[in-house]
Each structure stands twice: as C-alpha cells, then as structure tokens.
C-alpha cells in the first residue's frame, strides 16, 4: 500500500459504458490508491458496448464486451450487478439499494445514462410495441420476431415498423433485417438522420437504407398503435395523414430521456428538459455529488453520445485526484454502425455558422453525397457530412477547426482515383479516437517513444480504435507514417533462412511451380552459402508443399523437412514414446471398431484416452511399435487421424437429427462429410470444425476454426473460433445454406486461410489481419471480389481427389518403414531409458522421484501380446 | 564417397581419442539430413549425414554423432530433430522444446528461454566418427 490512510469511497450508481471508462481510468490513474470504487448496476450484467448493440446479434455477448474483464477482478473495485439505487441520503452521504442496504460514499458519481422515451401515442402499451436500449430489450425483440415467425404461414415475413429515423431507428431497423423481419421506419422529421444529416445527406440515406431493404415513410406521424383484433398484440399504425400499415411488431426510438430521478429525489438541481446540472468539473451543487454521460445537464444539454460521457469520466477522475480538468465541449461526430451503409457527420453538418460555405459533391445515382462546410474564406474546416462514403470521415474529422492544405477543398470530396487529395499531416493536438479521447500526438508516441510497431500494440498501448473502431483505418495510417520515418522496417520474415512471409514463400513456390527445398531454399533463400534451413522454416515449407500436392510427406527430399510428428506420424510425448489416434469422423465409432482400439492399447499396453476431438488416443508408443500399431488399425477399417500435423484435426457434432429431439439436421452426417473431405489438408496451423444439429449448440460449435449450426432452412456457417490460451468465438460468416453451398463456402474459406495465413497463425488472427476483416474474407470467398474462387475451388478439388491415408502409404513402402526402427544398429531394441508405474490401472511414465525411489513397474518391454 | 575417409581401419587413438570405437552402421542406412539413433550398451548417440550440398561448406556430406539425450527433455530423442543450419554452422533442435544445438560442436546456440531439466548440461557431447569404406564408426570414451 502506498497510501498512508484508508481509502475512501468512491460510489458509481451506474453500470453503462461511462461508468466504466470512469472505473477504467481511475485505476490507471490512482496509483496509490487513495479510493475503493463501488459501481452499482441496474442491470444483471458488466457494463457492454452499448453503441454496438445490433452486433450482439450476430455476434453474441462477447460482441460488445467492453474493455479488460480484469478491471471487475481489481481487489479496490466492486461491481454490484442487478442492484439499482433507490434513493440518495446527502445529509448522511448514502446511498440505499433495491434490497434496502445502505451504502455510505466519500464521494458519489451519477452515471445513470438515459432511458429510451416512449412518446404519448396511444396504444404504445400493445405487446409487440418495444424500445431500443438494452441487452434485455434486444432479447425480448428477438424473441417476439421469432415466436411470430413460428406462428407465421410459411413464407410470410414478420412485418416490423420503427417510429423514429434517427441513428437509434436506423440501427433498429438494421436489426430487424438481421432478424429476417421487414422493416418500415417511420421518421417524423423531413428526412432521416435529422440531427447529423442535412436534408441533401438525407435524400441519399434514404436511398442506401432502402437498398438494404428497408422501407423508410419520412414526413409522417403516427396517430395510434392498434390491436391486432384477434391476438390483441400490436397489428396496425395508423398515421396522421390517413395512412395505415400492418405490423406485426414495433420498435420505438424516438430519442432518450435522461435517468435524473434519483438526483431530483435528492434535491439537485435539474435542466429545463431533464438530467442533473453539472459545472464544467461535471460536480452538481453538492460538493461530493458528481453526474457524468447522458445524465448530465452540461453547458445547459443533455449529450445523448459515448464521446462527451467518456471525456467527463476524465474530468471526474482527474478532479478527484486534485487536478484542474474541465469539460472541453462536447464533440459530437458520429458514425453510423450499420453494415453496408456508410454515414458520418461532424461539427457544424447544418451550416448554422455566420456566412459558412458548404461544398458539395453528390452521385444521386451511387446514393452518394459529401459535403464540407468551410468558414467564409473557405479555408477553415467547420464540419462535414458524409453519406454512402464515409472514407474521408476518419482523416478530415480531426481537422475540425484547422485550415485545410491545398487550394480547392472540393479535392478532399472526390472519388478514390478521381485526384489525389492533398496530403493530411494532422497536428499532434488533433482528436483521432473520440470515443477515448485519443490525439495523433498520442499515436505517435505510442510508436516513437513506446516501441510499439503494429495497430494491435497501439490499440493496447493507447486504447485508440478500442470502442467504436471507427477510426482505425486513420491509426494505422498514422502508425504506418511514423514507423516509416522511424525507418523501421516491420519484419515478416520467417526466419534468418527466409526475407518472406509465410504466405509470400506460399505464393513464391506456386507460381514458380517449385517442388523440393533444395530448389526453393535456392532460389527464394537468402544468400545461398550455409543457408541449409532450420526448424522453423522447413516444417513451414513442408506444410506449403504439401497443400500444394506433392505426394507423401516422407517421400524424397520432403522427409528431412518433417517436425517429428509428421515425420513419425505420430504425436511425440514428454518420454519420447508417441502418441496414436485413428481417425473417427465426427466422433462416431462402431462398436467393432472400438472393440479394435480397445485391443491394440491392451495388446501395446498403451494409455488410452478420450480426446476433446471425440476420439481415441493411445500413449506410450514406441518408433519401432508404430508399423505394427497402424496394421492392426488399418486392417480393422481405420486410418490416420492427422493428430500430429498442422491439418485438420477431427469434425465435433452433437448426434443431431438421426436421434435428438431437438435436432434440425443430420449433423453426424454433414460432419463425416466433411472430415473425409478435409481429411489430410495441410494449413498455417492446426484446424478444428465443429457441426450443431440445432441452435443448442451442443458440438460447440463457435469455438472452432470453423462451426456449422444447423438452421430450420440450411446450415449457419461461423469462421474464427478457437480454445487455447485466447479462446475465441467464431464468428458468423454465412447464414441458412445448402449443402452445397456450405460445402463450397468452407472449401473456399480453408484454401484462402491455408494460402495467405502466417506461420502458426489460426484462423481468429488471420481474420483480423485480412484486409477489411471478417468482412474482406466474405467479398474474397462470397462474392469473388478478387476473382480467385475458381482457382480455390479447384485447388481443394485436387485435394480431396489425391487424398491417401499416410499411414497406409507407409506401411506399403518398405523404404518408408525403415524409418520406423529405433535404433539404426538395434531395429527393434526398446529405449532402454523408458519407465513405467501404473495410476488408476493404466501405465504412465515414471517420475524422477519414483525412478530413484525404485517404485518403477515396469520398464519399456511391458507389452504383452504384440 | 569422401565422407571422414581414414586410411586405416579405426585404431584405438592417443590419450585424449577415444578409448574404443563401435561400429554403428553402414552409410546408407542413414537418411541424409536425418538422425538415426544407435545403442552402445546403455549409450545412445544420435547419428547426422549432411548431404553433399555446398551450403555445408566443409560439412558437406559428413557424418556427425553427438548424444542422443536432450538435456532440456530428459528423453532421448535428439535423433529425432530437424537439421539445418544457423549463420552457416550445421545444427539440429531438440524435437521437444526446440533448443538449437552445433553439430559440430554441441554447444547450444538457442535456448529458448528454457533450463536442461536436472542439472544436466545445457550442451551437448560430440563422439568422433570415422566411416571406412561404407562402414561408421563411432568413437566412445
């Protein structure tokens, strides 16, 4: 402890994004630590990221996760979940929770954010009448478009209609789209986007969001919400001017009110149109009383955005620290996060400055309009507006208030390729990541004076990009800039052996149509003299020869390449002795066949083992056992399970339709399918899949590389999961297809993923690295956008057609088998340094200690009837 | 074949050679750029043929034995490692942890950011090989 005394008591009443950017940064900075925070949460959960929820849909929880789970785990911070506070008591400075506990603060924060207005329409108590807020909120949504789909005659689509075209509308709308729902916004202003947008911008959103099949009614109010006159569940608009609309669900999204309750309660002082009265030190009129985010009534507005609360969680901490920050003005730039739709407006969109000048480029045709608004000498950058391309947002956004390079601002406006804008060298000063507060002095810093040399070290170092995202592409921008004029070169490559990357070597082999080491380390090595590989090249160029068919991985040149896995077919263990595993395809076994197992590992005298692959390994094989192993498994039916290579590994499934109750498709079926197509495939790293019958999940899908989850209509297909140390969720790449087309889809997917990874690199961080992320990997495989499908479907193609079982091929060959003797001048002799004891009835190596101890049961030549 | 021709048949060397030699195999029972592990009573060496090809310089098509236990395993697996080379220097790495070593002269030149398990030495012992005719042998104190 660095503090003399206790510390005190810090109260947050508030579990929102706020709320923990206030914890987040008070821990950073309180060193010594003078406070214990207690956050008080009215929902069941850790604070989200609110401002991604349509991402928890096809993403799931750990979608918007928010920050470093750890800081709840931090031994001076308390996290009560589910626990609303019901009153504050500034005399006795406490506060009293839901359950009637009381709780005494030194200091209070209020971070109660807003609830969603329901505006006074009648009928807006109907069931199927929702608001847009929270996880709950987006979770009963789904529930009702779901039960309503079930009801629903086949074929009929659930109708959805959203009162409000503001950001949170459209966001709504673009989940309900998710949810296969139609969608109908209804916007009472002249257009959508009101606040951000100017009437222009808007003409060209409306035209993007009905691209994406959503229906917008601008100009338009709606009188009552009626029922539907048998389920009595909401089943009609009616609007003011005559109009009607059948809807079998609504979400309503008019705007927030602010959560000021306890504070009025409490007697603080409160704005014309709601939240509690801050001064610019974000403190109410009670000293020790704090209020932050939407809650708070500063400059005389509520600010409805993460930016401005994140910045005033800042300004609290620092002034409980004894600092002198005040709140620098709200920034109110946003970015509209709804896939396929770019739009972003900052500054003064509505041109409201004295004699602003607005320049204006607009593609009515592409829905594409940008504007720039420019003080009267047309020089200085006062806000801008950004629809159907949004790419300037990021570099022009912090050059707010700045003069513009160049002489015509309208360059910055043009097209990619249509003329170079002027080169942007933004100062240090400029605001890059709003929603952390993050300035490009900051970045570069991060890379000058914190060695960080990639996008992912600066996230970490400076939490730039770590919210939103929206700014990214900047980051890597300025990270790029600085690193090159650092002159630090960012090495790809794999080892002193090679300059390339593993996937440059990839491409380097192919298309010079190379097929031994010899000839590759040549010509692709660095300078030739004593340049003969290593262990971390070799298996790399191993792995690339062998996606790229050239026959058994032991025959010729291609063996000396071989990690001792691949070259003993077998998974080495800590003694030296191997371990076996025969492939089951999706975990089914017959009873013979593991009647067979059963017999080898008694006969062998192996450890056997269930896998979490759902099969079978045997420990405790010796090199010059294996052959005789393999001959009674490849009699009995089997083959190699691949255990030992970077390659598939097993196809996981749930039983399925065949048997489960709950079960959708045969997914036992479609995962034998699939393991004997993948079956053998050489990649960057180990490869796992996964197939669920239902949306129960029970194979686990979303924890593999790749996991199919059987769907009513077809298969979901997600990409990018993984366990391990950095456990991952997969992630969803393709929804309800065929057979056929989820065949083609993974083919396309594996044979991108084995061609362009890094060395060692799953599936998860390849993603990452793609250009353009999960999504780049969709147009690449989807929709063909860098024309090479027919190229990797052909290569997996020759895959499945030159498959052959390696263990086999091995038994066949007598110069192979030669290499399967344990000792070149004694072939068949046991290592004689090998040592058993015998736990829970089965053998394991003997410890140092029980091998000194004289404890040993056995020594190598246990085996009974070989 | 050149590989570490001796006029003679091995004979047992001065005072510091070895105290006998053990005929191990013949030349083309060795993979070239492979190990292959032979057995002296309780001693296991693991045996190395270089392939004739210039980047061994010197090493070129030689055959080297050093032991075949890992001191960073305990197992007796060196044999086992792949072959190559570091700024020139023939090696091979531990098939466990893949610690590097010199062929030639055992040192460890990459750790790994491990220590050999029991105090073991972290390098490895060389055993001299002469080959006569096709034939190996290998020199044991």
Redesign the interface.
């Known amino acids: 402890m660095v503090n003399s005394g206790t510390p005190q008591h810090l109260v947050v009443v508030g579990g929102g994004m706020v709320a923990q950017r206030l914890v987040e940064a008070l821990r950073a900075r309180d060193d010594a630590g003078r406070y214990r925070v207690t956050v008080f949460a009215e929902e069941p959960r850790a604070p989200y990221d609110r401002v991604g929820l349509t991402r928890w849909f096809e993403e799931g929880p750990e979608g918007i996760a928010l920050g470093d789970p750890d800081l709840w785990a931090d031994p001076l911070v308390t996290l009560h979940t589910d626990r609303r506070i019901e009153s504050i008591d500034r005399t006795a400075k406490t506060v009293t929770d839901r359950l009637g506990h009381v709780h005494p603060y030194d200091e209070l924060v209020l971070a109660t954010g807003s609830s969603a207005a329901m505006p006074p329409i009648p009928g807006n108590d109907l069931p199927g009448v929702f608001v847009y807020r929270t996880i709950d909120d987006v979770a009963a949504l789904r529930g009702w478009v779901e039960e309503k789909r079930r009801c629903h005659p086949a074929g009929k689509p659930v109708r959805g209609a959203v009162i409000g075209g503001g950001l949170l509308g459209l966001e709504a709308a673009g989940a309900l789209t998710a949810l296969d729902a139609q969608a109908t916004v209804i916007e009472f202003g002249t257009h959508l986007m009101g606040v951000q947008v100017d009437l222009g911008g808007g003409q060209a959103l409306k035209r993007l969001i009905n691209g994406k099949g959503i229906g917008v009614r601008a100009e338009t109010a709606t009188s009552q919400m009626r029922p539907h006159r048998r389920t009595g569940h909401v089943g009609r608009l009616d609007f003011a001017d005559g109009g009607r609309l059948d809807v079998d669900v609504v979400v309503v999204a008019t705007g927030v009110r602010p959560r000021d309750e306890l504070g009025r309660a409490a007697g603080l002082p409160v704005g014309e149109r709601g939240g509690v009265v801050v001064d610019l030190s974000c403190r109410t009129e009670d000293p020790n009383i704090w209020a932050v985010g939407e809650v708070a009534c500063i400059e005389g507005r509520c600010l409805g955005l993460v930016a401005p609360g994140n910045t005033m969680a800042e300004v609290v901490v620092d002034r409980l620290l004894g600092g002198q920050a005040e709140f620098p003005g709200a920034d109110t730039a946003t970015k509209l996060k709804l896939s396929g739709v770019d739009v972003a407006s900052f500054g003064d969109a509505h041109a409201r400055t004295q004699d602003a000048v607005e320049v204006v480029w607009a593609d009515p045709v592409a829905g594409v309009y940008k504007k720039l608004v420019l003080s009267d000498d047309a020089r200085t950058l006062l806000g801008g507006v950004f629809v159907g391309d949004a790419a300037p947002y990021a570099s022009l956004r912090p050059m707010l208030g700045a003069e513009l390079p160049g002489d015509d601002p309208s360059a910055f406006l043009l097209p990619e390729g249509g003329g170079a804008a002027p080169g942007l060298e933004l100062p240090d000063e400029a605001n890059v990541c709003s929603c952390n507060n993050v300035s490009a002095g900051t970045i570069r810093g991060a890379v000058t004076e914190h060695q960080c040399t990639d996008v992912p070290g600066v996230k970490a170092c400076t939490r730039a990009g770590t919210t939103c995202g929206a700014c990214l592409p900047l980051v890597k921008k300025l990270v790029d800039t600085e690193l090159e004029r650092a002159g630090i070169e960012v090495s790809t490559a794999l080892c002193e052996h090679f300059e390339m990357s593993r996937a440059q070597l990839f491409d380097a082999v192919r298309v010079a149509d190379l097929h031994s080491f010899s000839d590759i380390v040549a010509r692709f090595g660095t300078g030739s003299a004593g340049n003969r590989g290593c262990d971390i090249c070799k298996p790399v160029v191993a792995s690339i020869l062998a996606s790229l068919g050239n026959g058994h991985i032991l025959a010729g040149e291609q063996s000396t390449l071989q990690d001792t896995n691949d070259h003993m077919l077998a998974n080495l263990q800590k003694d030296g002795t191997y371990s076996v595993v025969p492939r089951m395809p999706g975990g089914e076994v017959t009873p013979e066949g593991l009647i067979v197992v059963g017999e080898v590992a008694r006969d062998f005298g192996l450890y056997t083992k269930i896998t979490g692959g759902q099969r079978i390994d045997m420990f405790g094989a010796r090199v010059e056992q294996l052959p005789d192993i393999w001959r009674r498994l490849v009699d009995a039916g089997f083959e190699s399970g691949h255990a030992y290579g970077k390659s598939l590994r097993t196809v996981k499934s749930c039983v399925g339709s065949t048997w489960c109750r709950y079960g959708v498709q045969d997914s036992v079926g479609m995962a034998v399918e699939l393991e004997l197509r993948y079956r053998g495939l050489r990649s960057p790293h180990k490869l796992k899949l996964g197939v669920s019958g239902c949306a129960r999940e029970c194979a686990e899908a979303r924890g593999k590389d790749v996991g199919v989850i059987a769907t009513d209509k077809g298969w979901n297909v997600y990409v990018g999961g993984n366990g391990g140390q950095t456990p991952r969720h997969a992630r969803l790449l393709a929804e309800d297809l065929t057979s056929e087309e989820l065949i083609r889809t993974i083919d396309r997917f594996l044979m991108y993923y084995v061609r362009t990874a890094d060395r060692l690199q799953r599936t998860a961080p390849w993603i990452e690295e793609v250009d353009g992320g999960l999504e780049g990997v969709r147009e690449v495989i989807m929709e063909d956008s860098l024309g090479i499908c027919a190229d990797l479907d052909a290569a997996m193609a020759r895959h499945v057609e030159n498959y052959e079982d390696e263990w086999k091929a091995v038994l066949e060959d007598p110069e192979k088998l030669r290499r399967f003797s344990s000792f070149v001048n004694a072939p068949k002799d046991a290592d004689p340094s090998l040592a058993y004891v015998t736990e829970r009835g089965q053998r394991r190596p003997a410890t140092q200690a029980e091998r000194a101890a004289g404890v040993v049961i056995a020594g190598p030549k246990l085996e009974v009837r070989a | 074949m050149t590989v570490n021709d001796v006029a003679e048949a091995p004979v047992a060397a001065g005072p510091a050679g070895p105290a006998r030699w053990e ?3 013949l030349v083309s ?6 190990g ?5 009573g ?1 001693v ?1 060496v693991a ?1 190395f043929r270089l392939p004739d ?5 010197g090493h070129a098509g030689r055959v080297h034995a050093v032991q075949n ?1 890992d001191p960073f ?5 060196m044999s ?12 091979v ?1 531990a ?2 942890y ?1 610690q ?1 070593f010199s062929l030639v002269t055992g040192v460890c030149l990459v750790a790994a950011d491990k220590t050999p398990k ?1 105090g073991l030495p972290a390098d490895l012992v060389t055993y001299p090989v002469e080959v006569r005719g096709d034939v190996i042998y290998v020199g044991l104190p």
Request: proline share 7%; glycine share 10%.
């Open positions: 005929r191990a195999c029972d060795l993979f070239p750029e492979r292959a592990a032979a057995l002296f309780d296991q045996l090809d210039a980047a061994y310089g236990l395993s305990g197992a007796h697996v086992r490692g792949i072959v190559g080379t570091r700024a020139g220097e023939p090696t790495a098939p466990v893949k590097v029991d």
